[in-house]
């Protein structure tokens, strides 16, 4: 029997790490905010790799944090070692990366939630979402609990219509053994929403006690670990690395196994119907798309600082239990392996994101918001950043005020966004640095000056800290001004430097600025020259050095930024009847219909729309 459980705002319809950022976005911008999980044992789960960031992730998280939210802060609290990957590389492609201890991750996450103001969490499977006159109006439990809102945001992860494979053994579920939910699905097709079949995979779980490390290399965390928050930096707080983790590598044997029996994997059977990741295959696809390579590397990972289970990325499989249990005993240091959990793929329902706008609210019902793995995306950081947006949007909505659209321009997570409501995506979407046009630009240690305004706009970060940013960067131009102004004159102590970074001689004085455009030469090395260095923070230190050394190429990108920009300003109105302009190809007028391009830039970057339909358009525009 169905009742009246009570009246909110804004209704988020999963707590993973795409309904937390929603929800709390909701709640702090004063909305009166429910959150439902199908068990609550499972906010903020890991259910695939135990970290945070990643190359490109590592972006998303830096901006996220920007924008005030809250995956960087809980990272830095419960992660346990730090890596910054391709430090080999440039400033653009660096990015952060961390081991989380998995459970103290989701207690810090769950307790935030908890203590909330304006946020009620709840355990409870959604099976219903009412529409009145076009309009979200309700969402109903499975025990006929009616909560009233004005907004859903559906953040379902991989429990849409969940169902587990580990070889023949398919079962319907979620992720580590929740229930899955079976019936929401239906509610989304009876409106309208198109919906796709993706897949996703994991590796099988080991007692560490079982493993011999000896044979592995060990991969050690960064001196100091750099942490993910801004406002961490700021404090100067001192992290640890608190864990180690290590490598090893599958062999011939390994592959011979699943040669052997690729018969019956699910994925070469046909047993698994959804599309999985390009990025992220399962190991026994990496043995048959990549026959040539003789070993792959295997990360072996800890899941916490209080369980023994081990985590081994780049193992993902959904192959018999007893072939995985074969495969694993050839690897080296996995001879005697206790399996604690098998590995498994997970097939789950998700919208096809060229049904929504970049607010992220679905284009068939007001009110209707998706994010994370339901909007075709893979990856907690994918996930978190879409959760923020869409949350945000919502009560921008509900307020009557200018929606947030963060575009492909500002940084990654308007990339990722842009990516997926105008190109769409017949896979899992995971981010890379080289999905964005502007690297140099878009880097993660300048997502706090890229972003915080953003955030600040709307209400989620305070005054004192945008000023804190802006202060920053004040003292970051006051430095480099300095620096080209400061010049050294010619002596031993000069030369001798330079010789002993093999460079030549000078006999005449260079500012300060010209030295640190020289490759081999940093901020600290040149410092012993510098006698009248000011005292400033790493992090200003940091970005003074990036901008005189990759200033050629910073200004060359923002030009291209800026040409692109004028195009992106071209507003397109919303009710363009594109069937009218002849001008236009007919498979260009059909996809700009489906799409619906806030922008000239946006319509430009439709698979189908050429160059010439674009000068249509402006020809359009300027009549």
């Given at each position: ?542 970005q003074v050095e990036i901008a005189i050394k990759y200033d050629g190429y910073i200004k060359r990108q923002q030009r291209q930024l800026d040409e692109i920009a004028r195009m992106e300003n071209h507003t397109l109105p919303d009710d363009i009847d594109y069937d009218a302009l002849q001008a236009l190809r ?38």
């Open positions: 029997m169905d009742f009246k459980a009570g009246t909110y705002d804004i209704a988020v319809i999963g707590a993973g790490h795409a309904g937390i950022e929603a929800a709390l976005a909701c709640a702090r911008l004063g909305k009166k905010t429910i959150c439902f999980t199908i068990n609550l044992d499972a906010v903020g789960n890991m259910p695939c790799n135990p970290a945070i960031g990643g190359t490109g992730k590592g972006h998303l998280v830096r901006e996220l944090d920007a924008l005030g939210g809250e995956m960087a802060k809980c990272a830095d609290k419960a992660c346990i070692q730090f890596r910054m990957l391709n430090r080999g590389k440039g400033p653009a492609v660096h990015s952060l990366r961390a081991q989380a201890d998995r459970r103290k991750y989701q207690e810090l996450m769950k307790l935030t939630l908890e203590k909330q103001e304006n946020l009620h969490l709840r355990q409870a499977e959604i099976v219903d979402i009412g529409v009145e006159n076009g309009r979200v109006s309700f969402v109903k439990t499975h025990t006929g609990a009616i909560f009233n809102c004005k907004a859903a945001i559906i953040c379902t992860g991989t429990y849409l219509a969940g169902r587990t494979i580990v070889g023949e053994a398919i079962h319907d579920g979620g992720p580590d053994g929740m229930f899955a939910a079976t019936v929401l699905g239906e509610r989304l097709r009876e409106l309208g929403l198109s919906l796709q079949r993706f897949k996703t995979g994991t590796p099988p779980r080991i007692n560490a006690r079982s493993v011999d490390f000896s044979q592995m290399e060990i991969q050690a965390g960064d001196e100091p670990p750099e942490p993910f928050s801004f406002e961490t930096l700021e404090e100067d707080a001192v992290l640890v690395n608190q864990a180690v983790c290590y490598l090893t590598y599958s062999n011939e044997k390994t592959h011979e196994i699943v040669r052997k029996n690729i018969h019956r994997s699910p994925m070469h059977s046909g047993a698994i119907d959804g599309t999985g990741t390009r990025y992220c295959p399962s190991f026994e696809d990496k043995v048959v798309r990549f026959a040539d390579k003789k070993r792959h590397q295997l990360f072996v990972e800890p899941m916490g600082l209080d369980t023994e289970e081990l985590y081994l990325q780049g193992f993902s499989s959904s192959m018999p239990e007893e072939i995985q249990l074969e495969m694993l005993g050839s690897l080296k240091g996995f001879e005697n392996a206790e399996v604690m959990r098998p590995a498994y793929a997970i097939e789950y329902d998700c919208i096809d994101p060229l049904e929504l706008f970049p607010t992220l609210e679905t284009k068939k019902v007001k009110g209707l918001y998706g994010a994370g793995q339901f909007c075709g995306s893979s990856g907690y950081e994918e996930a978190a950043v879409q959760g923020y947006v869409a949350g945000v949007n919502a009560v921008l909505s509900l307020n009557n005020k200018e929606p947030l659209i963060i575009t492909r321009n500002d940084g990654y997570i308007g990339t990722l966004i842009d990516d997926l409501v105008t190109k769409g995506t017949n896979e899992p979407y995971r981010m890379m640095t080289s999905r964005t046009e502007y690297r140099m630009l878009h880097r993660q240690d300048n997502a706090d000056i890229r972003m915080s305004h953003f955030g600040y706009r709307v209400g989620l970060v305070s005054k004192e800290r945008h000023e804190r940013v802006l202060s920053k960067y004040d003292a970051v131009e006051k430095e480099i001004n300095r620096l080209e102004a400061t010049f050294i004159p010619p002596s031993d102590e000069l030369n001798n430097l330079l010789k002993a970074y093999e460079m030549p001689e000078v006999a005449t004085g260079v500012s300060l600025a010209s030295l640190l455009r020289r490759p081999a030469l940093t901020y600290e090395i040149v410092a012993p020259l510098d006698k009248n260095a000011p005292m400033l923070k790493r992090a200003i230190r940091e007919i498979e260009a007028r059909q996809k700009l219909k489906a799409v619906k391009p806030r922008t000239l830039g946006q319509a430009s970057r439709i698979s189908g729309v050429s160059p010439a339909d674009i000068a249509a358009l402006m020809i359009w525009l300027k009549r």
